[in-house]
């Protein structure tokens, strides 16, 4: 769907922002594809960041932080019963990962927003507590994206169709002091400044 005018795409924002993403999907993992053969088929662990605060680093470690290999995290995809504007074949929600505690005590929800440090060219996804985050998109054949509507590569920008962005890498980053190989959102085109970092796909695969 193309979208022109002003009112409806504030409207579809409106509606996107305000949505009740409380439709939780079955448990899954998450699995990264990539040319690199070291990182394919690697699954992703919710890393401590900070107080109840985690990222999406590779569970096979490496990193000065994590440098032996991890059990994989499980995660839940919310999605809501509005319609939501987005590019065919994805749908709108908020991943969710939930924090062991002591014995007898409930788990920590936690949700994925993403943390954006101006002096780098990417985003860093974290999971904070509560229930408000960064709404993704996850495709029919299960991977995730991130949805936009602007073309940002003419001048000026224009509003147009809702189009799926998979500008995911592999990245080894620094957050408070935690040094992880992490997944990262690269923000606008081309590859991360950082060196190493490594084009992946991320994919949630049901246990």
């Known amino acids: 769907m193309k979208v022109t005018n002003p009112t409806i795409i504030a409207f579809a924002l409106a509606?996107?922002?305000?949505?009740?993403?409380?439709?939780?999907?079955?448990?899954?993992?998450?699995?990264?594809?990539?040319?690199?053969?070291?990182?394919?088929g690697?699954?992703?662990?919710?890393?401590?960041?900070?107080?109840?605060?985690?990222?999406?680093?590779?569970?096979?470690?490496?990193?000065?932080?994590?440098?032996?290999?991890?059990?994989?995290?499980?995660?839940?995809?919310?999605?809501?019963?509005q319609t939501q504007p987005a590019s065919p074949e994805s749908t709108p929600g908020l991943l969710t990962n939930e924090i062991p505690t002591a014995p007898g005590n409930l788990p920590i929800p936690t949700v994925l927003d993403f943390y954006q440090d101006p002096t780098v060219d990417y985003a860093l996804p974290l999971f904070y507590p509560g229930e408000i985050g960064r709404t993704i998109a996850v495709t029919e054949s299960n991977f995730f994206n991130v949805q936009g509507y602007v073309d940002y590569s003419v001048?000026?920008?224009?509003?147009?169709?809702?189009?799926?962005?998979?500008?995911?890498?592999?990245?080894?980053?620094?957050?408070?002091?935690?040094?992880?190989?992490?997944?990262?959102?690269?923000?606008?085109?081309?590859?991360?400044?950082?060196?190493?970092?490594?084009s992946v796909e991320v994919k949630r695969v049901f246990i």
Do not use: M
Request: hydrophobic residues 30%; glycine residues 8%; charged residues 10%.
């Open 15 to 40: 509606v996107l922002a305000s949505a009740q993403f409380d439709q939780q999907s079955a448990p899954f993992h998450l699995v990264l594809f990539s040319d690199d053969d070291h990182i394919n």
């Open 155 to 198: 001048n000026p920008p224009k509003s147009g169709e809702w189009k799926s962005y998979n500008r995911w890498y592999a990245c080894t980053t620094y957050y408070q002091g935690y040094q992880y190989l992490n997944v990262v959102f690269k923000l606008g085109a081309g590859k991360p400044q950082e060196p190493g970092c490594t």
């Open 42 to 81: 690697t699954t992703l662990t919710a890393c401590h960041s900070g107080a109840a605060i985690s990222s999406l680093c590779l569970s096979s470690g490496g990193s000065p932080s994590s440098p032996d290999p991890l059990a994989p995290s499980i995660f839940r995809f919310n999605t809501s019963t």
